[in-house]
């Protein structure tokens, strides 16, 4: 492999992957070139940034490829993409296009903060609070919400979670484990639910981390913070905040997929400034000063911030579980 040919999957590399995402215009001419590239093979949705992830030399049996991947299928053609490179003296070996999916971390172990989900197609994600043991038994599993670790509509004891959540790139070959307990959430708004929690019982215990990303071990359960508490949590979609505990007995109507349902006697946190909590962030394990915990963000308000959060105590009490 000579130096030049060296250069040439260098140079491909930052057209495709660095030029399109730098805010400061550094690559400028290979974003000119990328531009034309684009324009050249008709792509008129191609976007910025675009589909490509990944740019590397393979080397064979029968030689060496260059290997372009793409996070989804862009219906590019191969034939006018290899002419289009070595036009611009980029390509000295055959070409590959192939759709990788997203890349993500192979983040293991697991701990309180990282994205967790039902292991299906477009299943929901979110995130997982901490690792967590049976009072009785010890057995070990991973705390989340309800409509997180599976659809409450149908919820399927047994069914396959993956970590990252499949929204994050976790399905299909991220599994952690599957699910083992949770509470059946009562729809329709005339029946008062008091937790949306589940247990995943992890295929190894040695996929999970005790305790919360930046935050650390979590102190035990507080069931009884009191108004005005500052708290925290590490959420996968907004990482860590800080907010105050402003309502201890707000009852509200929760829209799911599955329905409306009413919660009763919960929580509400609010940011000092921007939001406590987004979209993904459920499941995160909210804590007080002391890093005890008091409960599970769940939900969010769309127009103010206003963050939804289980009490730890029904929780703990219905599923008789201790910090691990």
Do not use: W
């Not at 907004?238 to 409306?260: A, N, P, Q, W």
């Amino acid at each position: 492999m000579t130096a030049a040919h060296v250069d040439q999957v260098q140079v491909v590399a930052e057209m495709l992957l660095q030029a399109p995402r730098d805010p400061e215009g550094l690559r400028s001419y290979l974003l000119r070139e990328y531009l034309g590239l684009a324009d050249e093979l008709g792509l008129a949705d191609f976007g910025i940034p675009a589909p490509f992830v990944a740019v590397g030399e393979y080397s064979g049996d029968e030689g060496s490829e260059l290997h372009i991947m793409l996070r989804n299928e862009a219906h590019i053609d191969a034939k006018r993409f290899e002419y289009a490179l070595e036009r611009r003296d980029l390509l000295s070996t055959p070409l590959r296009l192939m759709v990788s999916g997203v890349i993500t971390p192979a983040d293991r172990p697991a701990r309180g903060g990282d994205s967790v989900g039902l292991g299906r197609k477009d299943g929901p994600t979110g995130t997982l609070a901490c690792m967590v043991a049976d009072k009785d038994t010890g057995i070990v599993y991973l705390l989340s919400c309800c409509h997180v670790l599976t659809d409450p509509g149908s919820p399927a004891i047994g069914a396959i979670l993956c970590q990252p959540g499949s929204k994050d790139g976790g399905y299909p070959n991220h599994r952690i484990g599957t699910l083992a307990r949770y509470e059946p959430i009562a729809f329709g708004g005339h029946v008062a639910n008091r937790i949306d929690a589940a247990l995943g019982l992890p295929d190894s215990v040695g996929d999970l981390l005790p305790g919360i990303r930046e935050i650390g071990e979590v102190h035990g359960f507080n069931p009884s913070p009191p108004h005005r508490a500052v708290v925290q949590k590490f959420g996968k979609a907004t990482k860590r905040t800080t907010g105050v505990l402003r309502y201890k007995d707000m009852s509200f109507i929760l829209t799911l997929r599955s329905g409306e349902a009413l919660f009763a006697r919960q929580y509400c946190v609010v940011a000092p400034k921007g939001r406590f909590a987004q979209e993904g962030d459920s499941g995160a394990l909210v804590v007080d000063e002391q890093q005890a915990a008091i409960g599970l963000v769940f939900a969010i308000a769309s127009d103010l911030d206003l963050t939804f959060v289980n009490p730890i105590g029904p929780i703990v009490d219905r599923f008789s579980i201790q910090p691990s």
